[in-house]
Nanobody, 125 residues
């Protein structure tokens, strides 16, 4: 059974930092693309960062490029998202996700089809 559990969210002032973690099970983080998406109230889901370990590739949405850093510990099936320079518009529920059904068919971060419970990030101005 595939499981993904995100943690590490919280409330920070603008300019602050947080590190999200994700523990996975039921599949290998090395063999499948994994990443993060977020969803704010009233807004569409936004894929913000993904990593493809087999091809050594990463993806960042323009909205987070230069501020967020994704990393993975494939031996432990753990995924991280270092978030620096946080802005109020980064406020959302953040989900750890994986592209398992048709990996990379829509590009890296194009079709995250499995995810777990999210973690809330709130950035105050």
């Amino acid at each position: 059974e595939v499981q993904l559990q995100a943690s590490g969210g919280g409330s920070v002032p603008a300019g602050g930092s947080l590190t999200l973690s994700c523990q996975g099970s039921g599949f290998s983080f090395y063999e499948y693309p994994v990443g993060w998406f977020r969803q704010a109230p009233g807004k569409e889901r936004e894929a913000i960062s993904c990593i493809d370990s087999q091809n050594d590739e990463t993806f960042y949405a323009d909205s987070v490029k230069g501020r967020f850093t994704i990393s993975v510990d494939n031996a432990k099936d753990r995924l991280y998202l270092q978030m620096d320079g946080l802005r109020p518009e980064d406020t959302a529920v953040y989900y750890c996700a994986a592209d398992l059904l048709t990996p990379l068919a829509r590009g890296l971060c194009g079709d995250l089809d499995h995810w777990g419970k999210g973690t809330q990030v709130t950035v105050s101005s």
